[in-house]
């Protein structure tokens, strides 16, 4: 069974900063793609950063040049990084590990990230 460990989330000011980590299963961890996605209330879950093996990354336009995604693949961890945050980035956050020879997603239980004053 896959499990994740997902830690980071909270609330900050606008313009403030908070890192997401999430530790993933050994077994799954090497062999996926990993990422973070969002979903705000009354929205849909939606791509925020995906980070693969080799480094690759991929962001949602509205967090280039805020976010960074990193992995340490000697601890199973995956890293968001955000800064400049703002009210529009309130949402619950999700590790997410897409194996790259399998169709199935898993998913971490969720972190909230809320972005008031």
């Known amino acids: 069974q896959v499990q994740f460990v997902e830690s980071g989330g909270g609330l900050v000011q606008p313009g403030g900063s908070l890192r997401l980590s999430c530790a993933a299963s050994?077994?799954?961890?090497?062999?996926?793609?990993m990422g973070w996605y969002r979903q705000a209330p009354g929205k849909q879950r939606e791509l925020v950063a995906t980070?693969?093996?080799?480094?690759?990354?991929n962001f949602a336009d509205s967090v280039k040049g805020r976010f960074t995604i990193s992995r340490d693949n000697a601890k199973n961890t995956v890293y968001l990084q955000m800064n400049s945050l703002k009210p529009e980035d309130t949402a619950v956050y999700y590790c997410?590990?897409?194996?790259?020879?399998?169709?199935?997603?898993?998913w971490g239980q969720g972190t909230q990230v809320t972005v008031s004053s």
């Open positions: 050994g077994s799954i961890f090497g062999i996926s793609r």
């Open positions: 997410n590990a897409h194996p790259y020879y399998s169709a199935t997603d898993y």
């Open positions: 980070i693969t093996s080799a480094g690759s990354t």
